[in-house]
């Protein structure tokens, strides 16, 4: 769950971190985990062909001997490709893992990464609770489970079972019919954009996911504070938000949450990873949500490749908002992570409540280059928040010029 602290700030900080991170990239300084790219450099120089923009032939394939590469855009992947990456490659993407947890930046971190017609890799280093990690290792999504939920609204409201232009309390259970969701519309709850407030979740001692508050979705709202702004006129990021989804769900299909998405948007047998622990309304924030990295990873691939989602809802999902006061850019549960890539960049990161310590997750898709990175990463437990989540964006973007290589 993300901390609303550092959700605003956050945008400039790695706008700043960004520019600082492609400088330090070009101009090999040797200072901090930057220590990572440098090693990806090296590894990437040696087994890599040099100057050459178009990808390599997948092994296997047929070389048409065409010099064109391959484009990709948002919405128009290729099917998922059957193969494994390159020995070399795969082997860059495993040293940068491991560097990271002999370098003590992670108790450990599980990772996958995706290329549209190369092939896929998985893998893990370091530790969780003292057990080792490997590729087959479940981590929590925390907010990375949102996109989840956002796709199977959007995929109802293809099906014509709603309206993102309805207002939600028009599709709460009979359960709710005390609670107006602030006058929102299912748009704006989806955008983080209906005022309707947090349950105490950013607090001096940290946040917590609705689920650790209350036993019910139910009893979530019967907690909530009265709303303070207006729907629509700004965007505040609130878990609550996607707890009301959930039941909006839930009350659409006669369903609990978890077997509407298994039967749906989860359907593909390759996301059976993809696991919920909790299976009522309560989870649809992401709490008790798990993945294996290849599972999480399938997903942004499915998802923002154009699987999922009609044309028109992908979109959707992605059309971001800028508010007027700070960088943050939200669509209909997907961040605009461009700053960190230098290329088109969407898809999610979410990290642990202060009862559930000690994680971080980002989900990465670069559209234009047909490349998926997930990243989930045990770190202490310090308050050195920041300090971790930088390092998390980092990774993903060591693991992406890695398998650039």
Known sequence: ???????????????????????????????????????????????????????PPREGSADTGSDTPRT???????PFPDGSLPGSTAEALQATLDTTVEE????????????????????????????????????????AGKTVVAAQVLRLVEDGLLGLDDRASEHLPPELSFFDANGATIRQVLAMRS????????????SYFPAERAPTAVKVFRKLPEPKVRPGSKTDYASTNYVLLGTIIEHATGRPLAEVLR????????????VYTVEDAL?????????????????????YGGSVL??????EMTDFYQDPCCDMRYGLGAWDLSVSYGTLAVGHEGENSVATCCSLIRLVALPEEGVVISVQANTAATDQYDTYYNQVVRLTQVLMDAARG
């Open 1 to 55: 769950m993300t901390n609303k602290r550092t959700h605003s700030a956050r945008r400039g900080e790695m706008d700043e971190a960004g520019k600082a991170d492609r400088r330090l990239r070009t101009s090999a300084t040797t200072h901090g985990v930057i220590r990572i790219v440098s090693i990806l450099a090296f590894v990437a120089a040696a087994c890599s062909p040099s100057s050459t923009p178009a990808s």
């Open 72 to 78: 990709y855009a948002l919405g128009e992947f290729p």
């Open 104 to 143: 003590g930046t992670f108790t450990g971190v599980t990772a996958a990464v995706i290329v549209a017609d190369r092939g896929s890799w998985a893998g893990a280093a370091g530790s969780l609770d003292g057990i080792p990690l490997t590729q087959d290792s479940r981590s929590p999504t925390h907010d």
């Open 195 to 206: 005022g309707i407030p947090g349950l105490n979740e950013f607090t001096p001692e940290g």
């Open 263 to 274: 039967s749906d948007v989860l359907s593909n047998p390759a996301l059976d990873g993809l």
């Open 283 to 303: 989870a649809a924030d992401g709490y008790g949500v798990e993945s294996t990295p290849g599972s999480l990873a399938r997903w942004g691939y499915e998802l």
């Open 310 to 315: 009609s044309d028109a809802s992908l979109r």
